[in-house]
């Protein structure tokens, strides 16, 4: 297993946000964690990327404890994630975008960067190949010197994925990637999350509402309800489950 959550609870003052759900995810598979608005999706991915401790219960990540991990020492470890709502910087090009979120991994000292040592230009220029690699999987390497904002919102999707991406995660958390987007699009995602799956090896978590994307691209799901866990298996049995089917589904078979 990859990422272990374990009897997980979070409460903020009165509100018990996620009450003991625990799920685990292997390595290489794409997991859904779906649910109703207010189930605790987006706080569970707060609380595995280090932005909350959960209040009882532990995470671990390739074996060793992450749980009140700082959030960008967990990034280092091999978690990123994208945003529900898009983050990009809006007057910067799509490259700029991709280039900036290498920096805190890039292999020079800021001493190098002022004196323009030779290890910091080799390092800009690896850099810069990794950036028009990722561009290229995901399509977008033709819009690099675009502004970010200018693009369709399908495709600004596609540059936050390669922002996370840059990252080098064995572990990629996407909340909501399809919000948004139009049916041909949604399609489209579903594959490149499949491409990015094998091109870059690495397991994917996903938030989403859209349930024949979900359906089309993940192995195993947990349905969270009021915070709690009210089914984890997998997505056959889930749109089957007569509990989920009441909480979430409703006339999902017409989807
Ligand atoms: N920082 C916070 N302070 C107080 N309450 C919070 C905080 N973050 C989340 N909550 C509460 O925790 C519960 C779960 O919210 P969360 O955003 O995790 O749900 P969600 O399943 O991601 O919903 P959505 O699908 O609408 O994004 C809600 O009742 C929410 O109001």
Same mark, same amino acid.
Do not use: W
């Given at each position: 297993?990859?990422? &272990?959550?374990?009897?997980?609870?979070?409460?903020?003052?009165?509100?018990?946000?996620?009450?003991?759900?625990?799920?685990?995810?292997?390595?290489?598979?794409?997991?859904?964690?779906?649910?109703?608005?207010?189930?605790?999706?987006?706080?569970?991915?707060?609380?595995?990327?280090?932005?909350?401790?959960?209040?009882?219960?532990?995470?671990?990540?390739?074996?060793?404890?992450?749980?009140?991990?700082?959030?960008?020492?967990?990034?280092?470890?091999?978690?990123?994630?994208?945003?529900?709502?898009?983050?990009?910087?809006?007057?910067?090009?799509?490259?700029?975008?991709?280039?900036?979120?290498?920096?805190?991994?890039?292999?020079?000292?800021?001493?190098?960067?002022?004196?323009?040592?030779?290890?910091?230009?080799?390092? &800009?220029?690896?850099?810069?190949?990794?950036?028009?690699?990722?561009?290229?999987?995901?399509?977008?390497?033709?819009?690099?010197?675009?502004?970010?904002?200018?693009?369709?919102?399908?495709?600004?999707?596609?540059?936050?994925?390669?922002?996370?991406?840059?990252?080098?995660?064995?572990?990629?958390?996407?909340?909501?990637?399809?919000?948004?987007?139009?049916?041909?699009?949604?399609?489209?995602?579903?594959?490149?999350?499949?491409?990015?799956?094998?091109?870059?090896?690495?397991?994917?978590?996903?938030?989403?509402?859209?349930?024949?994307?979900?359906?089309?691209?993940?192995?195993?799901?947990?349905?969270?309800?009021?915070?709690?866990?009210?089914?984890?298996?997998?997505?056959?049995?889930?749109?089957?489950?007569?509990?989920?089917?009441?909480?979430?589904?409703?006339?999902?078979?017409?989807?």
């Amino acid at each position: 297993m990859i990422l &272990e959550v374990c009897n997980i609870t979070k409460k903020f003052g009165g509100v018990t946000a996620i009450k003991d759900t625990s799920f685990n995810v292997k390595s290489k598979e794409i997991y859904g964690l779906i649910g109703p608005n207010g189930a605790g999706k987006t706080t569970m991915f707060n609380i595995i990327t280090g932005n909350y401790s959960p209040t009882e219960g532990m995470i671990k990540f390739d074996g060793k404890r992450i749980d009140g991990t700082k959030p960008h020492k967990i990034v280092h470890k091999g978690i990123a994630r994208t945003f529900q709502n898009i983050r990009l910087f809006k007057s910067m090009t799509v490259l700029d975008n991709i280039l900036i979120a290498f920096d805190y991994q890039a292999n020079y000292t800021y001493l190098e960067t002022i004196l323009r040592f030779p290890r910091f230009f080799k390092e &800009e220029k690896r850099i810069k190949q990794k950036s028009f690699e990722i561009m290229e999987v995901l399509g977008i390497s033709k819009y690099a010197n675009e502004q970010a904002t200018s693009l369709s919102y399908g495709n600004q999707r596609k540059v936050e994925i390669a922002r996370a991406l840059a990252a080098s995660p064995k572990l990629l958390l996407l909340d909501e990637p399809a919000a948004g987007m139009n049916p041909n699009e949604t399609q489209e995602l579903a594959q490149l999350l499949f491409d990015i799956r094998d091109k870059f090896d690495i397991t994917i978590l996903l938030i989403e509402h859209d349930m024949k994307f979900v359906n089309h691209l993940c192995d195993r799901v947990m349905v969270l309800d009021y915070g709690k866990t009210i089914f984890e298996g997998h997505i056959e049995d889930a749109i089957k489950d007569k509990e989920v089917i009441k909480a979430y589904l409703g006339d999902f078979k017409h989807a």
